[in-house]
């Protein structure tokens, strides 16, 4: 079994193919992880505020935030991590890390508990998408990188689109043990599949530590705009089941089901676009409709308004994913993607684990409505970063040299072996 995996350039111009064996092994470990994430992500909150011991919004914020701060924690070390025990290693027990600790919730519902199977469940998933992701960019030639990643939204997105509402809906008529059970088996299952993957990247290029890629602007502004949308992605998932009316039940599930299918639909989109005409045109669109969407849901009263609003902001959302992580990748060499992978994940859970965790006690202070609509209001700080990526990558100085469409492209010094 291959150890490493090297990045083959394409031959005499032609497009190498994207799904291969070893992608398809990857898309089973993707699909036991995010069917165990989305199943439970907007269950929990209300389980642990169901357990007759006090609990409120504040509570169910922070078994997300818990959740999401674990994940930033795991995901920080998880190159460093990687590098010496192996990719494929550190993937395997994350999936273990990922199922095996829910279990514990059937049995229990007090607070220590669901909040330690929270933060287990954080390493867990730091562990699968840290790994996964930089042995996902290895699978992908780089001519498709856009479009490959795009295709891998949509596999991480099935379940986010099946699991997210279904959890809800089964929790609701079958009960929580049925969930916390699927949400299991699905990362368990999916363990023996990481066997057929490489177990560690190859050492093309020179390495990008956390430390310096969150002081290279290339890579910190992408993940800045990112973490914005995530940060309101955290909210949506977590308290949209609890400001909709109760009486309200169908549309809740509509809208949580719009979402992720909007998103995957848009990060499709995003992904064909970009490795044709650039991609960082696209992260002010992503952002405004990330607003935009965030900005309706305020009417909590209204349903189409609140499925509507999910809708724009699933898509903004997806935009957004697909941009800012196509834009990193393209900006380090082989050997700094666990870093890249690191760093996006990172903004992805810190901005959802950050929104959930203050939104609780914002919404406390205000109300529902009002919490959402300082929360897109909030959001457009990111339109400066967005901005300047945008017109710096135009000029040429993004920190590697810009192709004619804005597009960076790799420079001799950042891809020296060292």
Known sequence: MTDTFATIPSEHGRRRPLVTRALLLRFISILGASTSFYLLLSVVPGYATSGGEGGSGGQAG??????MLATVIGEI??????????????????LGLLGAPTLALIFSQDVWCVLLVCLLRGLGFAFTVVAGGALTALLIPAERRGEGLALVGIVGGVPALVALPLGVWLAQYAGHGVVFAVGAVAPLAAIPSVLGLPARLSESGRPVRMAEGLRRPELFRPAAVFAATAMAAGIVVTFLPLAVPSSATTPIAVALFVQPAAS??????AGRYSDRHGTTALLVPGLLLSVLGTLLMA?????????????????????????????M????PVAGYGT??????GAYDAGMG????????LAAGTDYPWAFALTAVGMLCALKPALTDRCTALRGQAGYPSSGDGRPTLSAQHSETP
């Open 62 to 67: 922070l078994t997300t935030g818990i959740l």
């Open 77 to 94: 070390a998880t190159p460093a991590l990687a590098n010496r025990c192996g990719y494929r290693v550190v993937l395997g027990v994350g």
């Open 264 to 269: 995957t639909m848009a990060r499709w989109l």
């Open 299 to 327: 009417l909590t009263g209204s349903a189409v308004a609140v499925i509507t609003g999910a809708g724009l902001f699933g898509a903004g959302f997806g935009i957004t994913q697909n941009a800012t992580l196509t834009l």
């Open 329 to 332: 990748y393209a900006r380090v």
């Open 340 to 345: 890249v992978s690191a760093l996006w994940n």
């Open 354 to 361: 950050a929104g959930a965790a203050a939104f609780g006690w």
